[in-house]
């Protein structure tokens, strides 16, 4: 090969090698996506469980939502005051945070409730709500033992004694997956501050409730009327408790003649 052909063949690799470089370029300019840095931060910030307890999906979802001022710095229940703490520091927000914890709105264990029948094998909470009568609780309202919550909590928060569910308050969360695990919609989050807690989930009449449990709601209204705070109503056959209103006076729980308005554990 002559001298001139290997000059014209090293210009075109040289060419197309131009022409390559400056079309990358160009799509990178086209397609780049831009970082924002306090996005990154909080993400890392964050403790990577992925649980969704925040309502975003992951912690990816909810790092963006809270760079982007949707979310605030203590939006998750996992990392708690200390990152929402430095999430603050982050972003410039205050850290401020109400910390919730699940709560099973159930008292009727297998010694104060009655039972429809006796189940020996392997069985969850969801398969055992199809069974005819919805469990083996005499309580259709009621835990019935299974522990399908036990099993969707990562943080060992929840165990079942006495068939029934019990949270750990000092380990829960909130991530708020036993909630989305229970079919009887048993579980619920409340303040961790609150000191008073309605243990029931029935709304049967307060004849029908006593005959299967001894400790649930008869909606008596003794609750609501001692409170003299606007704290409590009986709602469907049911006490509720407004945390908004109430000051842990304790007034609903001593006339509660079922003892089913329970101090926090």
Known sequence: MSVTGVIIAAAVVAGVGILIGFLLGAADLAFKVEVNEIELKVREALPGN??????????????????????????CPVGGSVTAQIIAEITGQTADMVKNVAFVKCHGSNSVSSLKYEYHGNMNCKEAAL????????????????????????????????????????????????????????????????????????????KDVKAVCSVGCIACKMCEKACAFDAVKVVNNLAHIDYDKCTNCGACAQKCPTKIIVIKK
Do not use: W
């Not at 992925?50 to 982007?68: K, Q, T, V």
């Not at 309580?139 to 949270?167: N, P, R, T």
């Open 50 to 75: 992925n649980c969704g307890g925040c309502g975003y999906p992951g912690c990816d979802g909810l790092a963006a939502a809270i760079a982007n001022g949707e979310a605030p710095a203590g939006a």
């Open 131 to 206: 069974v005819s009568g919805g469990g083996p609780k005499g309580c259709s309202f009621g835990c019935m033992g299974y522990g399908s919550c036990v099993s969707a909590c990562e943080f060992d928060a929840i165990h079942v004694q006495d068939g029934l569910a019990l949270v750990d308050r000092e380990k829960c969360v909130a991530c708020g997956k036993c909630i989305a695990e229970c079919p009887k919609n048993l579980i619920e989050m409340v303040p961790y501050q609150a000191e008073h807690l309605v243990r029931c989930n029935s709304t049967s009449k307060g």
